[in-house]
């Protein structure tokens, strides 16, 4: 379990751990960000490759920096074979005790 639970913050902000944020692009985050607090469910869309991923974390470091709790993000890439053996609801709520 600790070798999951090890992949799991190589990829998320828990403890002292920094994302790859790219190119910044406040433009987008402030835009997104206006949206931030509300119940509403956002989606990004577009092609692939053109840095939603990228979008994503900024505005998560963003939220870190307005004082949300860095356990309270959790990012998942699907695409990457690193969490294919995040494949039932058990595991997961396993490995998201032990963060």
């Keep these: 379990m ?3 639970i090890q992949i ?3 990829y998320n902000l828990w403890g002292d751990n920094v994302s790859l944020l790219g190119f910044i ?3 987008y985050t402030d835009k997104i960000s206006e949206y931030v607090g509300n ?5 990004l869309v ?3 490759r053109v840095g939603k991923s990228y979008l994503l974390r900024q505005l998560a470091v963003r ?4 004082g949300v709790d860095r356990k309270n993000i959790f ?3 699907r695409e990457l074979t690193d969490f294919d053996f995040l494949n039932t609801i058990r595991i997961w709520t396993t490995c998201l005790n032990h963060t």
């Design 2 to 4: 600790d070798d999951k």
């Design 8 to 10: 799991l913050r190589n």
């Design 25 to 27: 692009r406040n433009g």
């Design 39 to 43: 119940r509403l469910v956002k989606v």
């Design 46 to 48: 577009g092609q692939r």
């Design 63 to 66: 939220l870190v920096e307005k």
């Design 75 to 77: 990012m998942l890439n």
